[in-house]
Structure formats: structure tokens, C-alpha cells
């Protein structure tokens, strides 16, 4: 069974940190993009981060560069968000999604294989 394990969301105020970890299982880890949608209230679900284990490759929204750090432990099949000078309109309901790099692929709400449960982050101004 697939499964896309959310954990370290929580309240932070403005200007804090938080790092998110997404546990995988049932699938081949490092032909994947593994990373982070969010969705805030009233708003669109939007592409955050990823990381391609295999080689290290890394994507950011605009929004979120120079704040926003990922990585990954292969060994323990984990990707993490490190989230720095948090802002209020950070604030949402963030979820691990993955994506086979197999082939042609883009990191898109539609595009992914696979989608966790999601998990709240609340940043309080």
C-alpha cells in the first residue's frame, strides 16, 4: 500500500520556524519528486517544493525561496521542509504529494500519482 505520512505542522508566529516531514512507503522512492502543495482557505492548491531524491534535484515556488529549504533521507524514505521567516500568508493545510519522474512530468495539482491527508499550518501575525 502506498502512503504519504504528514507530521510537524502546528501554530508558529510570524517570523518562526517549523519543518514538516513526509514519511513514503510502498513505492520506489527515488523516482520520484517528492514534496509540498498547500491550500489555504478560499484559495488555490499550489505547487510548494519538491526534491528528486536520485539526483538532488530541487523546486520552489517563487513564494517560497530563500525561506523554504527540502530535503531528503533515502535511507529512511523521508523528504523534510525546513519553513524559515514564516509568514501569515503561509498559513494552510500543506500536503506531501509525489510524482514519477519516469517520464515527462510537471508538478501540478493533476499530475501527481500520489497525495497525503494533509496537515495544518497556522502562522499567527
Known sequence: EVQLVES???????????RLSCAASGFTFVDYCIGWF???PGKEREGVSCIVSSDGSTYYADSVKGRFTISSNNAKNTV???MDSLKPEDTAVYYCAAVSVLRGWEWKEDGMDYWGKGILVTVSS
Open 38 to 40: 498547500r491550500q489555504a
Open 80 to 82: 523534510y521542509l525546513q
Open 8 to 18: 510537524g505542522g502546528g501554530l508558529v508566529q510570524a517570523g518562526g520556524s517549523l
